[in-house]
């Protein structure tokens, strides 16, 4: 029997989605664009997991949420809501939600979230078995994108390595056998975009742990008040909306590997309790006074100058001494320039070859363009133009500068154009700023730190600025 799922969204081009994606993935679904509708439906039929948006004019989101919570408590939901807007999915998750997306999502990602909602007593917390293959690798099978079971059958992850022939990325790829082989933590810096999480997974694969989990966690993106439990797991009614043992991610990946992405963003009275992991191999979950014995390799990453955070009193020094046995630094783009050409035609064949196109060349123009670019987002963004100029070039042979370069996007890359400014009404500074937060977001699909490199300041701040928005909006509620 196919698990149902229901799905309630007034937008009818995302429910049609929704719908479509679902439905491909082995799902029986039901869509409604009225949440009425789908009220009534549950009457009389049994669903196993509820998708629903926040906003909606005849009931919200959260008012779904309540009634299924209280008339089908089996059956779970999981919310969709507007950009980053993290308090109220803190809510929701205390108020029963299973799990939230923040649009706009791409297909993988609600996927995800449904399977784990599938999945049986394991929750599996941003397990990246089906590991991307982000900025400067190669995949040597096309097919083999997923270790997720299917119909029983498990397929292998893709095998990477990094493109470059330059000198340190050559010495980090003699090393990684031996980094691989033990099982002291690794501390792993570098900019955004330079393959950070690329070579953490690579660490994962080549280990003797490569059967086991690969639990990886995006600090930057956890909302405070879950951190803790998201980490450590929590007993049933430690605090409002525990109403049921849950494990965390150090309990899930037992006898693999964690990766911690970002840990620089963990608040500094939570880094004790990964000290205490650390050294002791032992935690308790949150509201409980029993140890649990773990056996967790910990990989750990970092875009910020660990210095000055230590200075700064936002990272404890005794934690980055004990994460530091590995130090690893992976160069920025501009210090590999020699590179840069290998990584452009193999995007250039990763893309063609996904979106069906015939091969294409670079036009020597826009070859020594991309060479002498600075890069401040590195391989990734360098991938992201690539991957521009092979849909625009779509009907040409070759891509030009014009197809990576034209105005049009160097406006939305900006995002403070005259354009997008010209759009907005006359407002106060501070509604001003959260308009350019969100169509940054929106402009990033989400992603807060690429968001924040295109404004001009750290994704801290536009978490704060959010987080404030809402609190705004709650009392004037």
């Given at each position: 029997?196919?698990?149902?799922?229901?799905?309630?969204?007034?937008?009818?081009?995302?429910?049609?989605?929704?719908v479509?994606?679902?439905?491909?993935?082995?799902?029986?679904?039901?869509?409604?664009?009225?949440?009425?509708?789908a009220?009534?439906?549950?009457?009389?039929?049994?669903v196993?997991?509820?998708l629903?948006?926040?906003?909606?004019?005849?009931?919200?989101?959260?008012?779904?949420?309540?009634?299924?919570?209280?008339?089908?408590?089996?059956?779970?939901?999981?919310?969709?809501?507007?950009?980053?807007?993290?308090?109220?999915?803190v809510?929701?998750?205390?108020?029963?939600?299973?799990?939230?997306?923040?649009?706009?999502?791409?297909?993988?990602?609600?996927?995800?979230?449904?399977?784990?909602?599938?999945?049986?007593?394991?929750?599996?917390?941003?397990?990246?078995?089906?590991?991307?293959?982000?900025?400067?690798?190669?995949?040597?099978?096309?097919?083999?994108?997923s270790?997720?079971?299917?119909?029983?059958?498990?397929?292998?992850?893709?095998?990477?390595?990094?493109?470059?022939?330059?000198?340190?990325?050559?010495?980090?790829?003699?090393?990684?056998?031996?980094?691989?082989?033990?099982?002291?933590?690794?501390?792993?810096?570098?900019?955004?975009?330079?393959?950070?999480?690329?070579?953490?997974?690579?660490?994962?694969?080549?280990?003797?742990?490569?059967?086991?989990?690969?639990?990886?966690?995006?600090?930057?993106?956890?909302?405070?008040?879950?951190?803790?439990?998201?980490?450590?797991?929590?007993?049933?009614?430690?605090?409002?909306?525990?109403?049921?043992?849950?494990?965390?991610?150090?309990?899930?990946?037992?006898?693999?590997?964690?990766?911690l992405?970002?840990?620089?963003?963990?608040?500094?009275?939570?880094q004790?309790?990964l000290?205490?992991?650390?050294?002791?191999?032992?935690?308790?979950?949150?509201?409980?006074?029993?140890?649990?014995?773990?056996?967790?390799?910990?990989?750990?990453?970092?875009?910020?100058?660990?210095?000055?955070?230590?200075?700064?009193?936002?990272?404890?020094?005794?934690?980055?001494?004990?994460?530091?046995?590995?130090?690893?630094?992976?160069?920025?783009?501009?210090?590999?320039?020699?590179?840069?050409?290998?990584?452009?035609?193999?995007?250039?064949?990763?893309?063609?070859?996904?979106?069906?196109?015939?091969?294409?060349?670079?036009?020597?123009?826009?070859?020594?363009?991309l060479?002498?670019?600075?890069?401040k987002?590195?391989?990734?963004?360098?991938?992201?133009?690539?991957h521009?100029?092979?849909?625009?070039?779509?009907?040409?042979?070759?891509?030009?500068?014009d197809?990576?370069?034209?105005?049009?996007?160097?406006?939305?890359?900006?995002?403070?154009?005259?354009?997008?400014?010209?759009?907005?009404?006359?407002?106060?500074?501070?509604?001003?700023?959260?308009?350019?937060?969100?169509?940054?977001?929106?402009?990033?699909?989400?992603?807060?730190?690429?968001?924040?490199?295109?404004?001009?300041?750290?994704?801290?701040?536009?978490r704060?600025?959010?987080?404030?928005?809402?609190?705004?909006?709650?009392?004037?509620?």
């Open positions: 029997m196919k698990e149902r799922v229901l799905i309630v969204e007034d937008d009818k081009m995302l429910l049609e989605f929704l479509e994606n679902l439905s491909m993935n082995g799902y029986e679904v039901e869509a409604f664009d009225q949440p009425l509708d009220i009534d439906f549950l009457k009389d039929n049994d196993h997991l509820v629903t948006d926040v906003k909606m004019d005849d009931m919200t989101g959260d008012e779904v949420l309540a009634h299924i919570k209280e008339h089908y408590s089996e059956t779970g939901v999981i919310m969709m809501t507007s950009f980053g807007n993290i308090t109220h999915a809510r929701a998750l205390q108020k029963g939600a299973f799990d939230y997306i923040t649009k706009p999502f791409k297909a993988k990602e609600i996927t995800f979230r449904v399977n784990r909602f599938f999945e049986s007593d394991k929750i599996d917390f941003h397990k990246d078995h089906k590991i991307k293959a982000l900025s400067g690798t190669t995949d040597k099978t096309d097919q083999q994108s270790s997720q079971q299917n119909d029983g059958e498990i397929i292998q992850p893709r095998e990477k390595r990094f493109i470059g022939e330059d000198e340190q990325i050559k010495k980090l790829m003699e090393i990684l056998p031996q980094i691989a082989e033990s099982t002291a933590p690794v501390m792993i810096q570098g900019e955004s975009g330079t393959g950070k999480e690329v070579f953490a997974n690579l660490i994962h694969e080549n280990s003797n742990r490569s059967d086991q989990p690969y639990v990886k966690i995006n600090c930057a993106n956890l909302p405070k008040e879950l951190v803790e439990s998201t980490l450590f797991g929590h007993v049933k009614g430690a605090f409002t909306g525990a109403i049921s043992n849950k494990k965390g991610a150090f309990e899930e990946a037992n006898g693999g590997t964690i990766l992405d970002e840990i620089t963003e963990i608040d500094i009275n939570i004790a309790k000290l205490r992991v650390l050294q002791e191999n032992e935690f308790n979950r949150v509201g409980s006074q029993k140890s649990i014995q773990c056996d967790v390799r910990v990989l750990a990453t970092s875009n910020r100058n660990i210095a000055e955070a230590i200075t700064d009193g936002q990272f404890r020094e005794d934690l980055y001494y004990r994460l530091n046995v590995f130090p690893i630094s992976i160069p920025p783009l501009r210090e590999r320039r020699d590179d840069i050409p290998l990584l452009v035609n193999f995007f250039v064949d990763r893309y063609t070859e996904q979106y069906g196109l015939e091969p294409k060349e670079v036009s020597d123009e826009l070859m020594q363009h060479v002498n670019k600075k890069w987002g590195n391989v990734r963004e360098l991938e992201n133009k690539i521009r100029g092979v849909i625009l070039s779509s009907k040409n042979d070759t891509i030009t500068l197809h990576i370069e034209r105005n049009l996007f160097s406006k939305v890359d900006l995002e403070v154009s005259k354009e997008v400014l010209s759009d907005m009404p006359l407002m106060s500074i501070e509604d001003m700023e959260l308009q350019l937060i969100k169509k940054a977001l929106e402009h990033t699909q989400g992603n807060q730190k690429e968001a924040a490199k295109i404004l001009g300041i750290t994704d801290r701040t536009i704060n600025k959010i987080r404030k928005a809402s609190e705004n909006d709650e009392e004037n509620a």
